[in-house]
């Protein structure tokens, strides 16, 4: 099973739909989630931490189900710049005692005009 | 805001020969890593560091592979005799709480 995964798409959405990405991992010691956006050719750069309790900024709203190992992004009202590719990321404790992010492969959003 | 330089932004090299790639980690975070991403796969670790030397690294980081920051500024990563299969993007991040990457160096092989 692959540590982090998702469903790379691409979802194909209109200008001002909603949509929403899900990601399944697969350690459960994974201590902290985040989703990266990452534009063609680009460094993946924070989009928002996820917490247990549901976190929302602005158009994102993002999900965690540590019981089933599980994360959501909502993206509502979608715009023409949200297009990119959206990275799901587990932040877990390695060995040595330090951190490592893993990342998914991606899901890629189109929005159109 | 502060920010993780790389240099170059686009490396090209024969196949064989050495490469260095650099990057300038944000002043006061003390920890480093690489990271690569194949074209169209997905990011993978490849090395962290902290207090001038490697914490973890990954399968992919082997022999060919060498991190070292040679002053107080700059984090480089080395590849000894490059391949084909070592084309990618090269990310580098320093992190303190949360990550900061650098926008990465293109290595083609040839």
């Known amino acids: 099973r692959k540590e982090v995964e998702q469903d790379p798409g691409p979802f194909n959405v209109p200008e001002g739909a909603t949509v929403a990405f899900n990601c399944t991992y697969s350690n459960s010691a994974s201590q902290s989630f985040f989703w990266y956006r990452q534009d063609c050719r680009k460094e993946p750069k924070l989009l928002m931490s996820?917490?247990?309790s549901g976190n929302e900024d602005g158009r994102f709203t993002a999900q965690l189900n540590r019981a089933s190992q599980y994360i959501s992004l909502l993206i509502r009202d979608s715009k023409l710049s949200d297009s990119a590719t959206y990275l799901c990321?587990?932040?877990?404790?390695?060995?040595?005692?330090?951190?490592?992010?893993?990342f998914g492969t991606g899901t890629r959003l189109l929005v159109s005009p | 805001e502060p920010e993780v330089t790389q240099t170059p932004s686009h490396q090209v090299t024969q196949m064989g020969q050495e490469v260095i790639l650099r990057c300038v980690p944000i002043?006061?975070?003390?920890?480093f890593y690489w990271y690569r991403q194949i074209l169209g796969q997905k990011v993978e670790f490849l090395v962290s560091f902290y207090n001038n030397e490697i914490s973890e690294k990954s399968e992919i980081f082997d022999d060919q592979f060498s991190v070292e920051r040679p002053d107080g500024s700059n984090f480089t990563l080395k590849i000894r005799s490059t391949k084909l299969e070592d084309s990618a993007m090269y990310f580098c991040?320093?992190?303190?709480?949360?990550?900061?990457f650098g926008s990465g160096t293109r290595l083609t092989v040839v």
């Open positions: 002043s006061n975070h003390l920890y």
């Open positions: 991040a320093s992190s303190e709480d949360g990550y900061t």
């Open positions: 990321v587990v932040r877990g404790i390695m060995n040595t005692g330090f951190q490592k992010l893993v």
């Open positions: 996820v917490y247990s």
